[in-house]
């Protein structure tokens, strides 16, 4: 929760706004806080045991504080031992791997892919279902090449 806290405060502190219109004062002051959420995310991983949470709010903190790409694959690791199928984590790890942050799009691409191979429909969360975008037919599931999770209805 405070690691969680910190990251609302640095959010807030650097603001919705594009980078062209954020101040050097709003990067440093989001930065130290940012800096301050990963020592509280590591002070909770090591109180937390087999929970993914206090890895999957790091997540948070390696968009914000620039992780590289084997910083966070060591990251994903942990998340993974605790959780391979946490769909909140596999969201927000999607978005590390994108152009936009760190990655590229075959990146992103190829960890959808490894993801989406490493479960099945069986195994995803009651709470959600997999669903192909390759199909034609709405509902149908008879390839799947690429899915995306939706709550059932």
């Known amino acids: 929760m405070h690691a969680g806290a910190l990251i609302s405060v640095a959010a807030e502190i650097r603001g919705a706004k594009q980078a062209k219109y954020t101040t050097q004062e709003q990067f440093?002051?989001?930065?130290?806080?940012?800096?301050?959420?990963?020592v509280a995310c590591h002070e909770a991983q090591e109180l937390a045991g087999d929970d993914p949470c206090p890895y999957i709010a790091e997540i948070s903190c390696a968009l914000g504080l620039g992780y590289g790409h084997d910083d966070f694959r060591a990251l994903w690791a942990e998340i993974e031992k605790r959780d391979a199928h946490h769909l909140a984590a596999h969201t927000s790890a999607l978005q590390c791997w994108c152009r936009k942050w760190r990655g590229s799009h075959e990146l992103a691409e190829r960890f959808a892919r490894e993801a989406a191979a490493k479960g099945s429909p069986a195994g995803c969360s009651p709470s959600v279902r997999s669903t192909p975008r390759s199909s034609r037919r709405r509902g149908s599931r008879t390839s799947i090449r690429t899915c995306t999770t939706r709550a059932p209805r």
């Open 28 to 38: 440093a002051g989001f930065h130290w806080m940012m800096a301050q959420a990963r």
